[in-house]
């Protein structure tokens, strides 16, 4: 099994970027998607979450500026981060879990990570 997120860089407050995350080795239609970020000295936390079935859940965090969303026909899920702001900067994982919500306990499988960094 391989998830490999792309998609980070370096952006400026007010932007936005698209994290993709492509999976293989796995039925990925039966898997919930997920997306976690790690700020320096910080623990790993929940960003967004997308189950099989197309619910999703969002950290309040992010709400109304990071939208997640998936296609089965490619194996990959996205996360649309738009009014991007410093306190955004991380490394972001994403995860594969057949029950997964918001815990990183869930989640079975994970991403390498992508950089997202804004500046001010």
Request: net charge positive; aromatic share 12%.
């Amino acid at each position: 099994v391989q998830l490999q997120a792309s998609g980070g860089g370096l952006v400026q407050a007010g932007g936005s970027l698209r994290l993709s995350c492509a999976v293989s080795g796995l039925a990925f239609s039966d898997y919930a998607m997920g997306w976690f970020r790690q700020a320096p000295g910080k623990e790993r936390d929940f960003v967004a979450a997308i189950t099989w079935g197309g619910s999703t859940y969002y950290a309040d965090s992010v709400k109304g500026r990071f939208t997640i969303s998936r296609d089965s026909a490619r194996n990959t899920a996205y996360l649309r981060m738009t009014n991007l702001k410093p306190e955004d900067t991380a490394v972001y994982y994403c995860a594969a879990g057949r029950l997964a919500v918001h815990d990183n306990r869930e989640y079975d499988y994970w991403g390498q990570g992508t950089q997202v960094t804004v500046s001010s």
